[in-house]
Nanobody
Framework: QVQLVESGGGLVQPGGSLRLSCVQSRSVPIAYTMSWYRQAPGKQRELVAS???????NYADSVKGRFTISRDNARNIMYLQMNTLKPEDTAEYYC??????????WGQGTQVTVSS
C-alpha cells in the first residue's frame, strides 16, 4: 500500500499564493499518474492537474496559467503551486495516485480558502 499525505492549505486573500504538498510513503517502480483534485461544498470533485511518470502534465482550463504541478521524484513529493488565487478556488484539495495496474489511492485532503 501507498499512503498520501497532503499539507499546505490555509486561508489566503484573493490574488495570493499557496503551495500544496503531497508526500507519498514509498516510491513505485511502475508507470503512474499523480493528480490534484478539489471539491467545493455542494459540488462534485473535479480534476485540477495531473502529472505522469514520464513528466507530462495537464490542467483544468480554470487553473491554466495560474497553477503549476510538479514532482520531486527523489523525495516522492508532489506539489501544486497556486498563484493568483480566486474565491472560486476555495475547496478541499486531494492528491491521488493511480498506477497503471489499476491501483488507486487518495490522501485525506487539505482545505484551501480564498477570502478577503
Amino acid at each position: 500500500q501507498v499512503q498520501l499525505v497532503e499539507s499546505g492549505g490555509g486561508l489566503v486573500q484573493p490574488g495570493g499564493s499557496l503551495r500544496l504538498s503531497c508526500v507519498q510513503s514509498r516510491s513505485v517502480p511502475i508507470a503512474y499518474t499523480m493528480s490534484w483534485y478539489r471539491q467545493a461544498p455542494g459540488k462534485q470533485r473535479e480534476l485540477v492537474a495531473s502529472i505522469r511518470s514520464g513528466g507530462s502534465t495537464n490542467y483544468a482550463d480554470s487553473v491554466k496559467g495560474r497553477f503549476t504541478i510538479s514532482r520531486d521524484n527523489a523525495r516522492n513529493i508532489m506539489y501544486l503551486q497556486m498563484n493568483t488565487l480566486k474565491p472560486e478556488d476555495t475547496a478541499e484539495y486531494y492528491c491521488n495516485l493511480h498506477l497503471i495496474t489499476g491501483y488507486d489511492t487518495w490522501g485525506q485532503g487539505t482545505q484551501v480558502t480564498v477570502s478577503s
